[in-house]
Each structure stands twice: as C-alpha cells, then as structure tokens.
C-alpha cells in the first residue's frame, strides 16, 4: 500500500531480443488489463537519434557519454498511441529509420547513457505504479537491471527465421535474409557489451512465441499478471 492509502500497481516486465514479441505483446496485455506501457528500446533510439541529428558519431563513445545528459527524451504511456518526443520534436517514425536501427546497438552500450535512461525509466514506472494500475515495460534489461523486483518477468524468444519474418512485415522489408542478418548482428551487439547485457535470468519466466499466435502470448501473460495481482492483494496487511 502506498502512504495515500491506494494499492500500488503492478509491474510486468518483459525482455527479449527484437522480433520475439516483445511490443505487441507488452501493448496487448497493457491494453487488456487497462495499464501503462513503457517501450525502453524507444528511449535508446530517441538518444541515437539525438546524436545523429547533432553530428555526433555514435561509435564515438566519449562523445556519446559526453553528450548524453542533453536531450530532453519524453515518452507518452497509453499503450493505444504511445508517443516518443526528443527537446519537443515528435521522432516516433524517425526511431524507427535502418539508419537509427544500425546505430542504436552502439549507443545504447555507452554506460552513461544507460544510467540517464534506466534513471527515467525508473521515473515512469514509479508514476504507472502510484497513478495508474500498474505498467508493462518491455526492454533488454527489464528484469535483470531495471526492475528486478517486478511480480511478472518474462523473457520472449522465438527462433531466427520467426523473428526475421515479423520483423520485415513490421518494417515492410522484402529481404528476409538481410534482415535475418540485421537481427544477428543486433544480438550480437545487445548481449556481449559491459553493461547489462540483454540475458536470461532464472527468475524471469522463458516463452517461445514462434508457434504462438499474439494473442495466445497475450493471454499467457494476462493470465501470469492477475494470478501476481491475486497474490500481492491477498498478502497485503489490513
Ligand atoms: O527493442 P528495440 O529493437 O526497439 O531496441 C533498440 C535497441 O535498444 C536494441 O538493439 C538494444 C537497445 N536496448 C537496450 O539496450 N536496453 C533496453 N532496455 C532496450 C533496448
């Protein structure tokens, strides 16, 4: 319970590597039981973003680091129209450009832009907690760095050949393959850096979506989050 008195919400917390599933299911289940949605992978790509339209080269790591407290990166929760603005300027479609995808991997490796970014994160999610019924939030490093106390974590999988397929209808990409190599290269890159590599923890609950329909992840993980929610409410002090 919260000092006001009103139950705290609930915190779902899903990582996976891109292409398993990860934002329609965190939107789905956000929209099914009425709670914030957090898209982190948004917040590394508005930084990235930030950088190349400031010249500065994301491989450039002292730069990146450097740089990294300017921008201004807010991001709207409804899980019906989430929002992504950098210093007041929309970047939901210019995020999601191959120049942005290409660069996201190095920038977001850089420590002091994840510190700035967990440190928001952390910010949002408080907010969904104590004003709302609780968030989903879907990233790399959800359920290890971010909020590893979240009652729901889950990790998504699905093979390569899956991943690459919804991948390329998402971005309208005719070239499987090459977007099958993309998504290696990006894995790669996510789970070998420093800091809070994108990996697998014993607590975070593994589902492997590749014979999955949406919905039937949806409604996996709807069900996992009201049991969580039952359990918090029938442990609660009167
Ligand atoms: O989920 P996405 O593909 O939009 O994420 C873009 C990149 O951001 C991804 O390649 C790795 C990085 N990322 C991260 O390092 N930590 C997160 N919590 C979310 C994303």
Known sequence: MSAQGHAEGIVIAIDGPSGSGKSSTAKGVARARELRYLDTGAMYRAMTWWMLDQGIDPNDAAAVAEASPRPVITLGTDPAAPTVHVDGTDVAAAIRTQEVTTNVSAV???????ERLVALQREVIERGRREAS???VEGRDITTVVAPDAPVKIFLTASPE?????????VNAADIAATQADLARRDQLDSTRADSPLTQTADALELETSNLTL????????????EAAGAVEGSTPR
Do not use: N
């Not at 977001?108 to 994840?114: G, I, L, N, Q, T």
């Not at 899956?162 to 998402?170: F, G, N, P, T």
């Open 108 to 114: 977001s490796a850089v420590p002091e832009v994840r």
């Open 134 to 136: 609780g968030i989903v």
């Open 162 to 170: 899956a991943r690459a397929d919804r991948r390329s209808k998402e």
């Open 215 to 226: 919905d039937e992840v949806i409604a996996i993980v709807v069900k996992l989050a009201d």
